[in-house]
């Protein structure tokens, strides 16, 4: 049972790096995005034309993922905290295996 935990922790922990590195790259783009509305006449993303507001709806598309994707991330939070709060007493391997969590 306390293995379990532990390794339920541990994909936790992969999954949230997993959110977080596909929150980064939605980021850049949406700043790429909101950029080129900003900068050009006829914003041209990835080599294809848009109007500006079809360009805006991407970048509102975009910040909708990136909101999509932080509520994931907090969601893997709250079962990574309700898990550590089911572990009771920690050796010092799985301390560490919780400190790496709480850093995520």
């Known amino acids: 049972m306390h ?11 992969i999954r949230m790096r997993r959110t977080k590195r596909l929150q980064y790259f ?3 783009i949406t700043v790429y995005v909101v950029l080129k509305i900003f900068f050009q006449a006829t914003p041209t993303l990835f080599a294809v034309s848009f109007t500006r507001t079809r360009a805006s709806l991407v970048a509102f598309l975009t910040v909708i993922i990136m909101i999509a994707l932080n509520r994931i991330r907090r969601n893997y939070r709250v079962s990574g905290q309700q ?3 089911m572990l009771g007493p920690l050796n010092q391997q799985e301390a560490a295996i919780v400190q790496q969590f709480k850093r995520c």
């Open 3 to 13: 293995e379990d935990l532990l390794l339920a922790l541990q994909l936790l922990m």
């Open 26 to 28: 939605v980021g850049i």
């Open 83 to 85: 898990l550590i709060s």
